[in-house]
C-alpha cells in the first residue's frame, strides 16, 4: 500500500522595501529560508503596502521594490520553489484586511508597542495605517493559512495579535478556517541576532549601523574600521563590553573558527589590536557578500527576468488568496445575489 503523500506546511514571511537587505537580514532570517523553500509551502513577499504608511515616493518605492526582487533571488531564493511575490499583487489581501479591521479594536491596537513607539519617534505621521499595520500583516499571514511565521523579537507582538485576528474570526463565525500561526525557528534554535557597528542593538534597516549585501569591499572596509570599540582590556580574561562582544558576534557569524579563537586569545592576553581584528573582519565580510553583490548587479537591471519572476508569484499567491477570500465571504454572508 502507497504510504499517502506528506502535506507540507505553510510558511509566510515579509520585508519592506525600505532599503537593501544586510547582513542581519541575510544571516537571520534569509538563510534559513534557502533551507526552508524545499521543505515547507513558502510565500515570501515584498510589503510595498506596508512601506506606504512612511510616505515614499513612487519612484524610491519602485526601486525599492525592484531591490529587494533582485537581492532575494541573488541570495538564493528559488521562484520555482517558493512564491515570491509583492504584496500589492494580490488585492485579496487588502480585502481580508478590511473584513478584519472590523474585528479589531482601538483599545488593543493602540496598546501595541510599535505603535506607541511610532507615535513618540513621528508625531507629524501618526497615521491610521500605523495603528493597523498589525490587521494588515495578520491578513498577510492568515489569507494563506500559514502554520509557521519567522519572526525576530521586535515582531512576535504582531504575530500574537495576528493570532488573536485567526482566533477570533474563527470563533465569530463558528468555523475553524483559519490556523493560529506559530513562530518558526529553524532546527529549533532562534535565528541569529546580528548586532550592528554602533555598539549597542542589532542591525537594521533604519538603523544606520548595518552592511548591505550590495555594498562594493571599500564601503565595507571603511564601515567596519569605523565600528565602536574601546581602549582594550586591562585584565586578563576581562568581560568585554557590549561594543566588543559585538564584534565578536560578528566575527564569530562570518570568520574561520580558528580566526575568532585567535583574536578571542588576543583578547584575553590583553594584546589585543582592534585594528587588526577589523581589517580581518572586514575582509570575512567581504569574502560572504561578494558573490551575492556581483548577482545582485546581474539581476537588477534585467527588467525582463524581475518581471516574470513576479508575475509567477503574483499567480501563485492569488490562487491561494482567492480560494480563501471565497470562503471568508460565504462565512461573513457577502454572497453574491446574482
Not at 537588477?300 to 527576468?305: A, F, G, H, P, T
Given at each position: 500500500?502507497?504510504?499517502?503523500?506528506?502535506?507540507?506546511?505553510?510558511?509566510?514571511?515579509g520585508?519592506?522595501?525600505?532599503?537593501?537587505?544586510?547582513?542581519?537580514n541575510?544571516?537571520?532570517?534569509?538563510r534559513?529560508?534557502?533551507?526552508?523553500?524545499?521543505?515547507?509551502?513558502?510565500?515570501?513577499?515584498?510589503?510595498?503596502?506596508?512601506?506606504l504608511?512612511?510616505?515614499p515616493?513612487?519612484?524610491?518605492?519602485?526601486a525599492?521594490?525592484?531591490?529587494?526582487?533582485?537581492?532575494?533571488?541573488?541570495?538564493?531564493?528559488?521562484?520555482?520553489?517558493a512564491?515570491?511575490?509583492?504584496?500589492?499583487?494580490?488585492?485579496?489581501?487588502?480585502?481580508?484586511?478590511?473584513?478584519?479591521?472590523?474585528?479589531?479594536?482601538?483599545?488593543?491596537?493602540?496598546?501595541?508597542?510599535?505603535?506607541?513607539?511610532?507615535?513618540?519617534t513621528?508625531?507629524?505621521?501618526?497615521?491610521?495605517?500605523?495603528?493597523?499595520?498589525?490587521v494588515?500583516?495578520?491578513?498577510?499571514?492568515?489569507?494563506?493559512?500559514?502554520?509557521y511565521?519567522?519572526?525576530?523579537?521586535?515582531?512576535?507582538?504582531?504575530?500574537?495579535?495576528?493570532?488573536?485576528?485567526?482566533?477570533?474570526?474563527?470563533?465569530?463565525?463558528?468555523?475553524?478556517?483559519?490556523?493560529?500561526?506559530?513562530?518558526?525557528?529553524?532546527?529549533?534554535k532562534?535565528?541569529?541576532?546580528?548586532?550592528?557597528?554602533?555598539?549597542?542593538?542589532?542591525?537594521?534597516?533604519?538603523?544606520?549601523?548595518?552592511?548591505?549585501?550590495?555594498?562594493?569591499?571599500?564601503d565595507?572596509?571603511?564601515?567596519?574600521?569605523?565600528?565602536?570599540t574601546?581602549?582594550g582590556?586591562?585584565?586578563?580574561?576581562?568581560?568585554?563590553?557590549?561594543?566588543?562582544e559585538?564584534?565578536?558576534?560578528?566575527?564569530?557569524?562570518?570568520?574561520?573558527?580558528?580566526?575568532?579563537?585567535?583574536?578571542?586569545?588576543?583578547?584575553?592576553?590583553c594584546?589585543?589590536?582592534?585594528?587588526?581584528?577589523?581589517?580581518?573582519?572586514?575582509?570575512d565580510?567581504?569574502?560572504v557578500?561578494?558573490?551575492?553583490?556581483?548577482?545582485?548587479?546581474?539581476?537588477?537591471?534585467?527588467?525582463?527576468?524581475?518581471?516574470?519572476?513576479?508575475?509567477?508569484g503574483?499567480?501563485?499567491?492569488?490562487?491561494?488568496?482567492?480560494?480563501?477570500?471565497?470562503?471568508?465571504?460565504?462565512?461573513?454572508?457577502?454572497r453574491?445575489?446574482?
Amino acid at each position: 500500500m502507497m504510504s499517502e503523500k506528506k502535506i507540507k506546511k505553510t510558511v509566510v514571511s515579509g520585508i519592506r522595501p525600505t532599503g537593501n537587505l544586510h547582513l542581519g537580514n541575510y544571516f537571520g532570517a534569509v538563510r534559513s529560508f534557502l533551507k526552508m523553500q524545499h521543505d515547507f509551502n513558502c510565500y515570501f513577499f515584498i510589503a510595498d503596502i506596508h512601506s506606504l504608511t512612511t510616505h515614499p515616493t513612487p519612484a524610491n518605492l519602485q526601486a525599492g521594490v525592484r531591490q529587494v526582487l533582485a537581492e532575494y533571488l541573488a541570495c538564493g531564493i528559488d521562484p520555482e520553489a517558493a512564491t515570491i511575490f509583492i504584496q500589492s499583487d494580490v488585492p485579496e489581501v487588502t480585502e481580508l484586511y478590511t473584513y478584519l479591521n472590523m474585528n479589531a479594536y482601538l483599545g488593543e491596537l493602540e496598546r501595541t508597542t510599535s505603535f506607541k513607539e511610532k507615535a513618540r519617534t513621528q508625531p507629524d505621521n501618526v497615521n491610521a495605517g500605523l495603528l493597523t499595520y498589525p490587521v494588515l500583516m495578520a491578513a498577510d499571514i492568515i489569507i494563506h493559512k500559514a502554520n509557521y511565521v519567522p519572526v525576530g523579537k521586535d515582531q512576535e507582538q504582531h504575530l500574537e495579535m495576528a493570532r488573536t485576528f485567526a482566533n477570533r474570526f474563527n470563533r465569530m463565525y463558528h468555523h475553524k478556517l483559519f490556523p493560529a500561526p506559530k513562530p518558526f525557528t529553524f532546527d529549533g534554535k532562534d535565528m541569529i541576532k546580528v548586532p550592528g557597528l554602533d555598539g549597542s542593538g542589532k542591525m537594521g534597516k533604519s538603523s544606520g549601523n548595518g552592511i548591505y549585501l550590495y555594498e562594493d569591499p571599500a564601503d565595507i572596509r571603511k564601515k567596519v574600521m569605523r565600528a565602536v570599540t574601546d581602549a582594550g582590556p586591562t585584565e586578563m580574561n576581562q568581560v568585554k563590553p557590549e561594543p566588543v562582544e559585538n564584534l565578536f558576534t560578528l566575527m564569530k557569524i562570518v570568520s574561520a573558527p580558528e580566526t575568532v579563537e585567535y583574536f578571542e586569545n588576543q583578547y584575553n592576553s590583553c594584546q589585543i589590536r582592534y585594528g587588526d581584528m577589523k581589517k580581518q573582519l572586514a575582509e570575512d565580510i567581504i569574502a560572504v557578500t561578494t558573490p551575492i553583490r556581483e548577482r545582485i548587479l546581474e539581476l537588477v537591471n534585467d527588467s525582463e527576468y524581475l518581471g516574470k519572476v513576479a508575475r509567477m508569484g503574483a499567480e501563485k499567491a492569488r490562487e491561494s488568496a482567492v480560494r480563501t477570500l471565497t470562503e471568508v465571504r460565504e462565512l461573513i454572508g457577502l454572497r453574491k445575489l446574482y
